[in-house]
Nanobody, 122 residues
Framework: QVQLVESGGGLVQAGGSLRLSCAASGRSFGSYFMGWFRQVPGKEREFVSAIRWIGSRTLYADSVKGRFTISRDNAKNTLYLQMNSLKPEDTAVYFC???????????????WGQGTQVTVSS
């Protein structure tokens, strides 16, 4: 059974940092594209960043470029999102997901975690 489990969310002041983790299990993700999305109640899920499980290709939303860094530890089967210079508008539930294709579209991701709340206070 495939599982993606996020952790690391919390409450932080504007300008602060958080690192999210996503532990992946249940299958080999070697050929997958791993992504982070976020969602605010009442709004659509928004692409944040993505990375190939094997390889160096990364994608970032314009709103987080230069502030967020995606990475993964293949040995630990864990995906990370380092978030620096956080802003109140970064407040959302953050989800990790896995896709067989290189994509920003949430509909093309096959597996999802349960999400972790990030709250940035002003």
């Amino acid at each position: 059974q495939v599982q993606l489990v996020e952790s690391g969310g919390g409450l932080v002041q504007a300008g602060g940092s958080l690192r999210l983790s996503c532990a992946a299990s249940g299958r080999s993700f070697g050929s997958y594209f791993m992504g982070w999305f976020r969602q605010v109640p009442g709004k659509e899920r928004e692409f944040v960043s993505a990375i190939r499980w094997i390889g160096s290709r990364t994608l970032y939303a314009d709103s987080v470029k230069g502030r967020f860094t995606i990475s993964r530890d293949n040995a630990k089967n864990t995906l990370y999102l380092q978030m620096n210079s956080l802003k109140p508008e970064d407040t959302a539930v953050y989800f990790c997901a896995a896709s067989k294709v290189v994509t920003l579209k949430d509909s093309e991701y096959d597996y999802w975690g349960q999400g972790t709340q990030v709250t940035v206070s002003s």
